[in-house]
C-alpha cells in the first residue's frame, strides 16, 4: 500500500479539545498502572500543519515548535529511544485518542518488558507482530477501562 507523507507539528496542551484533554490523562495513568510503566511517561501532542503554519515558517524559518513527517494517517509515536513520552494526535475524538494512548503505552511496554524494539531491524522484522499486539491491547484496554467512550 502506498504510503502518503504529510508533515506534522507539535501542539500545546491548551489547543487539545477538553474532552480528549480529559480522556488522555484518564487513560495515561490507568494503563501506565495497568502495565507498571512510571507515572512519569509524558504525552505530547501533535496534528497536521496548516496553512498558517506554513507562512509562518516562510516568513519566519524554522519554528519553535517540533515538526516532522510521517504517514498522513499517523495518530500516535512513541519516543523509540527511551520511552519517555508518546505523541498522540490530537482533534480525533476522544475514543481515538484514548486507544492512541494505550496503543503507544502498549509499546513502550514492549520496550522495557520484552525488549524486543531495541533496534530498527528488530522493529522491522516484527512489525506486523508489533502492531498487531498493541492494538489487540488498546482495544481490549479501552473497552475494560473506559466502557462508555463513544466514538
Ligand atoms: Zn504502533
Not at 479539545?17 to 501532542?45: F, K
Not at 517540533?66 to 500516535?76: K, L, N, S, V
Request: glycine share 4%.
Amino acid at each position: 500500500m502506498a504510503t502518503t507523507m504529510e508533515r506534522f507539528r507539535e501542539v500545546p496542551s491548551h489547543s487539545v479539545p477538553a474532552d480528549e484533554l480529559e480522556v488522555s490523562r484518564l487513560a495515561l495513568d490507568c494503563i501506565c498502572r495497568a502495565l507498571g510503566l512510571p507515572a512519569s511517561i509524558r504525552l505530547r501532542w501533535f496534528r497536521p500543519l496548516n496553512t498558517f503554519d506554513e507562512s509562518a515558517e516562510a516568513c519566519f524559518g524554522a519554528p519553535p515548535w517540533a515538526t516532522f513527517a510521517d504517514d498522513e494517517r499517523i495518530r500516535g509515536r512513541m519516543n523509540q529511544r527511551d520511552g519517555s513520552e508518546i505523541w498522540v494526535r490530537s482533534h480525533g475524538g476522544p475514543r481515538r485518542v484514548a486507544l492512541t494512548v494505550a496503543h503507544e503505552l502498549r509499546h513502550v511496554a514492549q520496550v522495557s518488558t520484552h525488549g524486543f524494539l531495541i533496534n530498527a531491524a528488530d522493529i522491522d522484522a516484527h512489525h506486523a507482530a508489533i502492531e498487531a499486539d498493541a492494538d489487540d491491547f488498546a482495544s481490549s484496554a479501552i473497552d475494560v477501562l473506559l466502557p462508555n467512550l463513544k466514538p
